[in-house]
C-alpha cells in the first residue's frame, strides 16, 4: 500500500482553487508589489492541516464544516503537489500526519487506538484509508478558514493580521485569554 506521503498529491475542485490563491504571487497586488502567502501548495497543505485540527477538532464543528463546503459554489481547478515535492516534505508530513491522529476527537478513539492510527496502520488499507481522509478533511477545512480570512483583505498587511487572529482565537478561549492578560493565567 502507497500512503499519501509517498505519491503525488492531486486537488480537484475549491480546494485545488483555494490552494492556488494562497501560493500563487498576484493574490494582492498593491503598487508594483505583489504579495503571496506561501511559496508552496505544500506549505499551504501543511498549514491548512493544523489550522483544521485546531479550529475543527470538535464533532459538531467538523460536521458543520464539512457542511458547509459541499454547500459552496464548485470551482473547476486543479492542481498537484509534484512527487518530488512530497517525498522531499515525507518527513514533516509523516510527523503531521501523526500528530493528527493522536489527538483528532473526531471519531472518540481511545488513546492506543489513535496511537495505532498513528502509527502501525499504515500497511492496512482500509485503516490507512480512513485516515487519510480524516486528513484530507483536516486539510481542506483548514485551507478554506484561510481563504476565507483573507480573501477580502485590503493589503498583505491586512491579511498578516487576519491569519494571526486565526491561531490568536483558536489557542485560547476569551476566558482565558482575559486570566492571562490579568496575570493570573493558570494550567490545569
Not at 112 to 121: C, S, V
Not at 143 to 157: H, T
Request: proline share 1%.
Amino acid at each position: 500500500m502507497m500512503v499519501f506521503w509517498e505519491q503525488a498529491y492531486r486537488m480537484n475542485g475549491n480546494l485545488a482553487a483555494k490552494v492556488a490563491m494562497l501560493s500563487k504571487d498576484d493574490l494582492f497586488i498593491v503598487g508594483d508589489n505583489k504579495y503571496y502567502f506561501f511559496n508552496r501548495y505544500i506549505d499551504v497543505i501543511e498549514c491548512g492541516a493544523i489550522i483544521g485540527i485546531i479550529n475543527f477538532n470538535e464533532q459538531e464543528k467538523f460536521n458543520e464544516g464539512l457542511e458547509a463546503l459541499k454547500e459552496e459554489e464548485p470551482q473547476e481547478a486543479n492542481a498537484e503537489i509534484p512527487i518530488k515535492t512530497m517525498l522531499s516534505e515525507q518527513s514533516k508530513l509523516k510527523i503531521l500526519f501523526r500528530i493528527i491522529m493522536l489527538n483528532e476527537k473526531i471519531r472518540g478513539l481511545s488513546l492506543q487506538e489513535r496511537t495505532d492510527h498513528a502509527f502501525r496502520n499504515e500497511m492496512k488499507a482500509a485503516i490507512q484509508s480512513e485516515n487519510e481522509e480524516l486528513f484530507n478533511n483536516f486539510v481542506a477545512l483548514g485551507v478554506n478558514l484561510l481563504y476565507n480570512k483573507v480573501k477580502n483583505a485590503r493589503d498583505a498587511e491586512a491579511c498578516l493580521d487576519l491569519m494571526e487572529s486565526i491561531l490568536d482565537s483558536s489557542w485560547l478561549e476569551d476566558d482565558d485569554l482575559e486570566k492571562q492578560e490579568s496575570g493570573s493565567f493558570e494550567i490545569g
